[in-house]
């Protein structure tokens, strides 16, 4: 599970890098594509960082009428993307939004990558891909502004919030005997 | 009085059912027989040889077409003996996993090896003009082909190899090991070398190289090759709509013991046809078109349009002489209680 978790992060943030050269964070003083792991990170309560891809896992389970020695499992993905816009003033934060949304389906696309072994330097293939679904891009969500009745949707606060979801699948390392 | 104490619970419990086979001697027509006093409770992932394991299937069915006549006699035209009709039956279900034995299978007919083709060979459906074949020397194995130090570097970790011999137009089954295909007359081969290859079930994929030799991943099928025998890279396989040959093997299917008890269906000979929804509707109407058509895959949803690609594969029982007694049956279902469970 480790190798499909390991070659999907791997998978957006190189392409990210090609992609776009410029999107990069910097985090425990290591400069890198803007495709973050969550659970990969120190543990210190810091505010998430705008303008990057935070992937998070959920729940796995076998998919549904999939039998075989090697079980298609399917694992929920969450990326979540936050933006303040590029100008202090914030009013380009939607199509600041708009081009991250662009950036995360170009990355997503084509759906599949190898999965490959990333505890080894070079990485090894082992032999299957993983294969995702079309990313489901979530509601817009505004905040760090007054709540405001007319705009329940808060967009008109500063920082805009998306949350993608995604099903990756995936043939477990397990053998079902 | 007392008893023993016995299992209460004697219904067998499955999820899946697991596929062996094995091939026939087609030239001598006698069949792999599973022994289920030699062989019943063998692990399922390690079955005696030379049983096959063909993975996990779904949708599994067997069909019984043998129906009874009964005799009628007297006034009231009461039943007074039955006799059988002709013995008939089927057997469907859906190969979940690809290789060559299932394509062969669910296809029924010759399945073609593509050899890798020379550039400048003209395009052919199942493969052209291949690269020149490469022999094997003496000491090879069925894990190890040994072909001298000039010849390995043309092959690379990861490449399929079809291993046999040159056809020598020869009239009758051929492949090693595992009757591949019939010749009837070598021009209707184009009296091609490489065809064994093309067709044979004697195939590896290469795992390692040596100094002198391919290392394969999985053994022939057909045990050591011979010295002189041909090997070419396999680039894919293909099955065709059509064809004249009958594959025919032995099967065997087990249902997988979640409560103890062991259930296996054993068919001496199967042989594939299509479904019996299909053939049936086809004899019953006149009209060929109101048949459901068979359908040689399913596309199993995983999460649309996301799926997996099933191959159905739908076999014909043919007979097999029970020597304990000479009865012609076409199938044996035998069934391993669990410990201590109850008799009746």
């Known amino acids: 599970m480790q190798f499909t978790k390991d070659s999907f992060y791997m998978a957006l943030q190189t392409r990210l890098a090609a992609l776009n050269p410029q999107q990069t964070v910097t985090l425990s003083g290591a400069t890198r594509p803007a495709v973050i792991v969550a659970e990969n990170e120190l543990v210190i309560p810091i505010v998430p960082l705008p303008n990057a891809f935070y992937i998070e896992w959920g729940a796995a389970q076998v998919a549904a009428r999939q039998t075989g020695s090697r079980e298609l499992m399917e694992m929920e993905c969450v990326i979540s993307y936050h933006t303040f816009g590029t100008v202090e003033s914030g009013v380009d934060r939607g199509r600041t939004l708009a081009a991250l949304d662009t950036e995360l389906l170009t990355i997503c696309q084509p759906q599949h990558t190898s999965k490959r072994d990333y505890t080894q330097a070079p990485s090894v293939d082992v032999g299957t891909n993983i294969v995702w679904t079309a990313p489901v891009l979530g509601k817009v969500a505004g905040s760090e502004a007054p709540p405001n009745q007319a705009l329940p949707r808060g967009t008109e606060g500063v920082r805009l919030e998306r949350v993608v979801s995604l099903k990756v699948l995936f043939f477990p390392e397990v053998t079902f005997l | 009085m007392s008893t023993l104490p016995v299992r209460a619970a004697m219904v067998p419990i499955t999820r899946r059912m697991r596929a062996y086979f094995a091939p026939m001697n087609r030239t001598a027509g006698t069949p792999t027989i599973f022994d289920p006093g030699k062989y019943g409770m063998f692990p399922l992932d390690q079955p005696p040889a030379p049983w096959l394991d063909l993975g996990w299937i779904d949708n599994f069915q067997r069909f019984c077409l043998t129906v009874t006549e009964p005799l009628r006699a007297g006034a009231q035209g009461a039943p007074t003996a039955q006799f059988h009709k002709p013995l008939d039956a089927r ?47 003496a000491g090879s194995t069925a894990n190890l082909i040994v072909l001298g130090s000039g010849a390995v570097p ?17 009239i009758g089954y051929v492949g090693t090991g595992i009757s591949a295909a019939y010749v009837s007359n070598p021009v209707n081969v184009n009296q091609d070398a490489n065809y064994i290859r093309r067709v044979t079930f004697n195939l590896g994929r290469v795992a390692e190289t040596t100094v002198t030799g391919l290392m394969l991943a999985q053994p022939l099928l057909g045990g050591a090759p011979a010295a002189g025998v041909g090997v070419q890279k396999v680039v894919a396989f293909v099955d065709r709509e059509g064809g004249s040959f009958f594959q025919e093997w032995s099967a065997l299917f087990v249902a997988e013991e979640e409560s103890g008890g062991r259930v296996c269906f054993h068919y001496p000979r199967l042989s594939p046809t299509v479904s019996v929804q299909t053939s049936m509707r086809l004899s019953l109407t006149s009209q060929a078109g109101s048949a459901k058509a068979f359908q040689r895959e399913e596309d199993v949803e995983v999460a649309a349009p996301i799926g997996a690609l099933a191959l159905r594969a739908a076999f014909q029982a043919m007979p097999h002489v029970d020597e304990n007694d000479g009865q012609t049956v076409v199938c044996y279902r035998s069934y391993f209680p669990a410990a201590m469970a109850g008799v009746y």
């Open chain 2, 91 to 137: 057997v469907e279900f859906d190969f979940r996993e690809w290789g060559k034995l299932q394509m062969a299978l669910a296809g029924g007919s010759e399945h073609m090896n593509v050899l890798a083709s020379d550039p400048n060979a003209n395009a052919q459906p199942s493969g052209g003009t291949p690269v020149a074949a490469v022999y094997a020397l």
């Open chain 2, 154 to 170: 043309g092959f690379s970790v990861g490449d399929l190899i079809a291993v046999d011999a040159d056809y020598a137009q020869q």
